[in-house]
């Protein structure tokens, strides 16, 4: 035996209560672990989009359509070179929870704006000869069973009705943040389903010189102050930092969140640690006795402790790991939704730190002990 | 006879001491208990030699318990010196005695004390983890010690799967595994029945006679101080033949 032994022989004293204990840490860390990423997947979602791509929406907001006549004086600014428009669609497939986001665009324009769509199976030629065709991510035929050729049909929220669509191609993106859960289809299809009533949600426009970025972007404003839709014109980058930020300030929320869930763990492990020790007050007096000094009492409280954190912790953050691994229920929400190596490193910090606080008032109240009151107490 | 007035106590027949290996001069305990000092007893003298097997006797607070742990190093006293085999064990820091104890104090608790977690050979061996030896030496230690108190067969054994004598033999053994200096009794066989602690006091009997160490046992028992090569009595912090 060894003294790391005699720490393992106290962990299995009250088998069920370990169990519990490093149960309630490993719960507290798998949620830490998920709402960490979902942090750390909004944080790579504002680096998503290109500096060298310009979005104009609406100054009143993005879901303010813009007239499409604002296209060709677009395209007439100094410093853009091609002008492409987008809406946002809102359909769902026959589960309306089933949450995935589709985009009509101006097909023609917009495609080669970007080089993130890549084709890898069907064809962007068979993509473009058809009214109601549509390019899906390779995640979304997965996720619905869905094969290139095949015709589904989406039902409308704002856009009310069954829209028929034949997808003729997939794409897979190499960047997984773009996300592969999208659906693009024809913004003429768009129009004509909607009666006409539709125009364009917001303008992609790409630029001779991606350093005139912010000069180009204040001349489209410039121009459309006094029209009847005056724009907002961005980077696509600041345009999807702002998609994010339209959920709130999520990171405080969750930050919150874990916050408190830390603290409640925090309490539940010290309590724990001192229920251990205190039913325990006679057998660390023997110790004391046979002559362990106050450190290595000390330290032996401590390490029961952390063990409980940090192998309740690691169970917690790896089994968020795996549950969140490659293709998951969130990343239709959160593209490359994951666990991060960075979120499992500070989370093993945290459980650390976790068992050391917790366990250092009674790891500090057992090296403090006196030998002779103790024994008096156990006698 | 008052300890304050006595000269210094020695416990055996002048024809039977060893040298000197105990040493309490001038020994004086106080506990405070709210307002009021309770005086558990003032200037205690004792001289235990090698090799003896001393018994203490006396009523429950009388302070030989405490006696026996100031001498364990496990308490202060207020005043007065204690000195095992040459060294000041009330000079000590708490770091110091605690690495003191595991060399030279072998201690035997009445209710046993041992790990409830840990097998006998697990128990005997918590002293021996302090010291530089290696794992088969301390594992023979170890098998020496639970063969000397007539255990050799339960070393696997739990406590809860022991009877009460069998555990004290246990206790008995994790005392005297590292060899110490003294071994101390606190009413070792205080909870056990009259065959069971005979048992113990053979084998307390046998550690004094074969291995000649030297014994301090604190008991309420007549019969059990009977065993031992003399008796001392406490009344009242009060210490006397």
Redesign the interface.
């Known amino acids: 035996m060894t003294t790391t032994g005699l720490v393992w022989a106290n962990l299995r004293r009250n088998k069920k209560r370990t169990i519990l204990t490093m149960l309630s840490v490993m719960v507290a860390f798998f949620l830490f672990g998920v709402l960490r990423s979902v942090i750390t997947t909004l944080d790579a979602a504002t680096e998503v989009g290109s500096e060298g791509r310009l979005i104009s929406s609406s100054a009143s907001g993005i879901t303010f359509l813009l007239p499409e006549a604002h296209a060709n004086r677009l395209a007439a600014v100094d410093g853009v070179s091609s002008v492409s428009w987008a809406n946002w669609f809102g359909a769902y497939y026959r589960d309306p929870n089933d949450f995935f986001a589709q985009f009509a665009i101006k097909a023609d324009t917009y495609i080669p704006m970007y080089p993130e769509i890549v084709i890898t199976a069907g064809s962007m030629d068979d993509f473009m000869r058809e009214r109601n065709a549509a390019i899906v991510g390779v995640g979304l035929l997965r996720k619905f069973g869905w094969q290139v050729g095949q015709k589904v049909t989406l039902t409308g929220t704002f856009a009310a009705g069954d829209w028929d669509f034949n997808i003729r191609a997939a794409y897979d993106p190499p960047d997984p943040a773009f996300g592969d859960e999208l659906m693009f289809f024809h913004y003429e299809y768009f129009w004509e389903g909607t009666n006409r009533q539709v125009t364009p949600g917001w303008f992609v426009m790409t630029l001779e010189e991606p350093d005139r970025a912010a000069e180009v972007a204040s001349t489209i404003d410039a121009m459309f102050k006094s029209s009847v839709a005056p724009t907002k014109t961005q980077t696509e980058k600041a345009f999807n930092a702002g998609f994010v930020t339209m959920w709130g300030n999520i990171g405080f929320l969750v930050s919150a969140i874990g916050t408190a869930v830390f603290f409640a763990i925090l309490f539940v492990s010290a309590n724990t640690m001192m229920m251990a020790v205190r039913e325990r007050i006679g057998e660390i007096a023997v110790l004391k006795t046979v002559g362990f000094g106050d450190r290595l009492i000390f330290g032996l409280v401590l390490a029961e402790s952390m063990l409980i954190s940090v192998l309740g912790g690691a169970l917690g953050l790896f089994l968020a790991r795996g549950a969140f691994a490659g293709r998951n229920a969130l990343n239709a929400f959160f593209p490359g939704f994951g666990v991060t190596g960075g979120t499992i490193a500070l989370g093993l910090a945290m459980a650390l730190a976790l068992g050391v606080v917790s366990g250092a008032v009674p790891a500090f109240q057992s090296a403090r002990l006196s030998v002779a009151s103790a024994l008096r107490q156990v006698g | 006879m008052s300890s304050t007035e006595s000269a210094t106590m020695s416990a055996s027949a002048p024809a039977a001491k060893g040298r000197v290996l105990v040493q309490i001069r001038d020994l004086a305990k106080n506990y405070r208990r709210g307002a009021e000092t309770v005086h558990v007893f003032e200037g205690v003298n004792l001289d235990i030699h090698e090799g003896e097997y001393l018994a203490l006797m006396g009523p429950s607070g009388s302070g030989k318990s405490?006696l026996l742990?100031i001498l364990?190093g496990?308490?202060k006293p207020d005043r007065g010196k204690v000195v095992v085999d040459g060294k000041d064990v009330t000079a000590m820091n708490?770091?110091q005695l605690?690495?003191?104890?595991?060399?030279h104090?072998g201690?035997i608790?009445?209710?046993y004390?041992l790990?409830?977690?840990?097998t006998a050979a697990?128990n005997v061996?918590?002293?021996l983890?302090?010291t530089n030896l290696g794992k088969k030496q301390r594992r023979e230690h170890v098998m020496h010690a639970l063969d000397v108190v007539g255990l050799s067969d339960r070393t696997e054994h739990f406590p809860k799967q022991l009877s009460g004598g069998q555990q004290q033999r246990v206790g008995i053994a994790?005392a005297i595994v590292s060899d110490p200096t003294i071994i101390l009794g606190?009413e070792p066989t205080g909870d056990l029945d009259s065959v069971s602690g005979d048992e113990i006091l053979t084998l307390l009997e046998r550690l004094n006679r074969e291995f000649k160490k030297t014994i301090l046992l604190v008991t309420h028992d007549a019969h059990a101080a009977e065993r031992a090569q003399a008796i001392m009595r406490m009344d009242k912090g009060v210490l006397s033949r």
């Open positions: 405490t742990n364990a496990l308490d708490s770091r605690a690495a003191w104890r595991s060399t104090i201690f608790f009445q209710f004390n790990l409830p977690v840990l697990q061996e918590l002293p983890l302090l994790r606190d």
